[in-house]
């Protein structure tokens, strides 16, 4: 972002949000690429104690920087107060882990032989999506494309809501309630309680 | 002399004012919040201006004279 210095690598990881969702549209098993995006920010939390994912890596975010900032698709307004508050960042955390929950018992359903492969993707928890040619068949059990579908569907859900308060407000808007920033910063103020930080 | 100032309660360490910060003046502590080192601290604003929880501002500070 600052002009004048050579760019690192992983600024450029704002193209892979675009590729995974590219990717995901042909075929659902690509979905499971979108793990790297749960586990990686956990890793450095849990491992490191720090938001280095965030502060970095984060594709999501740079994709609505490179949108809201170098494209001008935002009104780059500030969001209301409540949207960076504890209990509604921490209250979209519980409920966005509730979905993810969910959607991981869809899944076993299907691997249990109790419920069957559904070919869509449901779009903010509510809207089902034909979604039928992203997948016929591979070699592995429908309960692995169960989940793809189901995964595929957060994404997609969370991305679009990042997009909506991109445009509406500042560009990184969703940085403020994005669940994985929550838990892993709550995670780092944990590790950080036990060896206070200084002020 | 104009010099930003974080909320650390609000703060939700994304890391986006550290990345604009021309003097490289903020760090993001133990991924808990933004660190302003005031003594590097220009007050341009640019880490205001990306913030997008509103908790980094600059702010006008008096400067004591001995």
Same mark, same amino acid.
């Given at each position: %972002?600052?002009?004048?210095?050579?760019?690192?690598w992983y600024?450029? #990881?704002w193209? +892979?949000t675009? /590729?995974?969702?590219? #990717?995901?549209f042909?075929?659902i098993?690509f979905?499971?690429?979108?793990m790297i995006?749960?586990?990686l920010?956990?890793?450095?939390?849990i /491992?490191?104690?720090?938001k280095w994912?965030c502060?970095?890596m984060?594709?999501r975010?740079q994709?609505?920087w490179v949108?809201g900032?170098n494209m001008?698709?935002?009104?780059?307004?500030?969001?209301?107060k409540?949207i960076?508050?504890?209990?509604?960042?921490?209250?979209f955390?519980?409920?966005?882990?509730t %979905?993810?929950g969910? %959607?991981v018992?869809?899944?076993? #359903?299907v691997?249990?032989?109790a419920g069957?492969?559904?070919?869509?993707?449901?779009?903010?928890?509510?809207?089902?999506v034909? !979604?039928? !040619?992203?997948y016929?068949?591979?070699v592995?059990?429908? +309960?692995?494309a169960?989940?793809?579908f189901g995964?595929y569907?957060?994404? #997609?859900t969370?991305?679009l809501?990042g997009l909506i /308060?991109?445009?509406?407000?500042k560009e990184?808007? !969703?940085?403020s309630?994005?669940? %994985?920033g929550?838990?892993?910063?709550?995670?780092?103020?944990?590790k950080a309680?036990?060896?206070?930080?200084e002020a | 002399m104009?010099?930003? &100032?974080?909320?650390r309660n609000?703060c939700v360490?994304c @890391?986006?004012c550290a990345?604009?910060c021309p003097?490289e003046?903020i760090?993001i502590?133990?991924?808990?919040y933004?660190?302003?080192d005031?003594?590097?601290c220009v @007050?341009? @604003?640019l880490?205001e201006d990306a913030?997008p929880? @509103?908790?980094?501002?600059?702010?006008?500070y &008096?400067?004591?004279?001995?």
């Amino acid at each position: %972002m600052k002009k004048g210095r050579k760019k690192h690598w992983y600024e450029y #990881l704002w193209i +892979w949000t675009i /590729v995974y969702f590219a #990717l995901g549209f042909f075929n659902i098993l690509f979905a499971w690429l979108g793990m790297i995006d749960f586990i990686l920010p956990l890793i450095f939390a849990i /491992v490191g104690g720090n938001k280095w994912f965030c502060n970095h890596m984060c594709g999501r975010g740079q994709l609505f920087w490179v949108l809201g900032r170098n494209m001008k698709c935002s009104r780059r307004k500030p969001s209301p107060k409540w949207i960076a508050s504890k209990w509604f960042r921490y209250g979209f955390l519980a409920f966005f882990l509730t %979905m993810f929950g969910t %959607m991981v018992f869809q899944t076993y #359903l299907v691997f249990s032989g109790a419920g069957t492969l559904r070919k869509a993707i449901k779009l903010f928890w509510t809207f089902k999506v034909p !979604w039928q !040619w992203a997948y016929n068949g591979s070699v592995f059990p429908d +309960w692995v494309a169960q989940f793809g579908f189901g995964f595929y569907s957060l994404m #997609l859900t969370s991305t679009l809501i990042g997009l909506i /308060v991109m445009a509406l407000y500042k560009e990184r808007t !969703w940085c403020s309630f994005c669940p %994985m920033g929550t838990m892993t910063q709550g995670i780092c103020k944990l590790k950080a309680g036990k060896t206070k930080p200084e002020a | 002399m104009r010099k930003a &100032e974080n909320d650390r309660n609000r703060c939700v360490a994304c @890391g986006l004012c550290a990345l604009r910060c021309p003097r490289e003046a903020i760090e993001i502590r133990k991924g808990c919040y933004a660190f302003v080192d005031i003594t590097k601290c220009v @007050g341009c @604003g640019l880490c205001e201006d990306a913030c997008p929880t @509103g908790s980094i501002k600059v702010k006008e500070y &008096e400067v004591a004279r001995v």
